[in-house]
């Protein structure tokens, strides 16, 4: 397991958004987390992958946005921020195996159309009964 030191991310504490009546507009309960990929100490490979990954939170500059507002207090809310950032970056360090294209073996494909001549079988024998006199 890989863990982030706390000073390669920088937390800021900023209003949440929605519902919460006056208290929303005097606490900052919400809190911003940046975390710099290129200045960070993770190894090239997991930070190539984290770069190259579709995720929007990553800026032009590389660098990681996780904004976190989901609970009441602002400490609830580092928590969450710094597991999120944790998740990602665990998920960037797990390498996914190569897929490789198989083809059926000639036995199979010949047992699938030998079912499927079963079944047209089947079916053609479900035809009118034509009687002759």
Request: net charge positive.
């Amino acid at each position: 397991m890989l863990i982030v030191p706390a000073n390669e991310y920088t937390l800021t504490a900023i209003r949440a958004q929605g519902a919460g009546g006056q208290n929303v507009n005097k606490v900052s309960s919400a809190i911003h987390l940046r975390f710099d990929i290129h200045a960070s100490s993770l190894s090239d490979a997991v930070k190539h992958r984290l770069l190259n990954s579709k995720d929007q939170r990553i800026t032009a500059e590389g660098v990681l946005v996780i904004k976190a507002q989901q609970y009441r207090t602002q400490e609830a809310n580092k928590k969450d921020a710094i597991a999120r950032l944790q998740a990602i970056v665990e998920a960037a360090c797990h390498v996914h195996a190569t897929r490789y294209a198989t083809r059926p073996t000639r036995a199979s494909q010949k047992r699938r159309v030998a079912g499927k001549l079963q079944r047209g079988e089947i079916k053609r024998g479900r035809g009118k009964v034509v009687e002759d006199h």
